[in-house]
């Protein structure tokens, strides 16, 4: 079993950043994929980026060239840098791990961190 627990998210203007953080603990050793998902009210679960065991990163078209996924393997921490943030973006962001990509809906899931980007 692992445990996920996201944080970072917060209240920025539009144009602002934030960094999301997932640290995992436990069953570390079985994660191969990590991805961000969020949901905004009345909109469904998106999923925003993944990041593999192996460092390869993949991204919704809508946030390619703002946001990127990054990991520090000594803390088991995947971060979600995100850059120009807009209204749209605005949702509670979820961290996810599984042992494959196609399993990460239904993996390990950590708590959502609220973020929201005034105009």
């Known amino acids: 079993q692992v445990q996920l627990v996201a944080s970072g998210g917060g209240l920025v203007q539009a144009g602002g950043s934030l960094r999301l953080s997932c640290p995992a603990s436990g069953s570390t050793g079985s994660v191969y994929a990590v991805g961000w998902f969020r949901q905004a009210p009345g909109r469904q679960r998106e999923l925003v980026a993944t990041?593999?065991?192996?460092?390869?990163?993949d991204y919704a078209d809508s946030v390619k060239g703002r946001f990127t996924l990054s990991r520090d393997n000594a803390k088991n921490t995947v971060y979600l840098q995100m850059n120009s943030l807009n209204p749209e973006d605005a949702a509670v962001y979820y961290c996810?791990?599984?042992?494959?990509?196609?399993?990460?809906?239904?993996?390990?899931w950590g708590q959502g961190t609220q973020v929201s980007v005034s105009s």
């Open positions: 996810a791990a599984s042992t494959d990509l196609l399993g990460l809906p239904r993996g390990s």
């Open positions: 990041i593999t065991a192996f460092g390869s990163a």
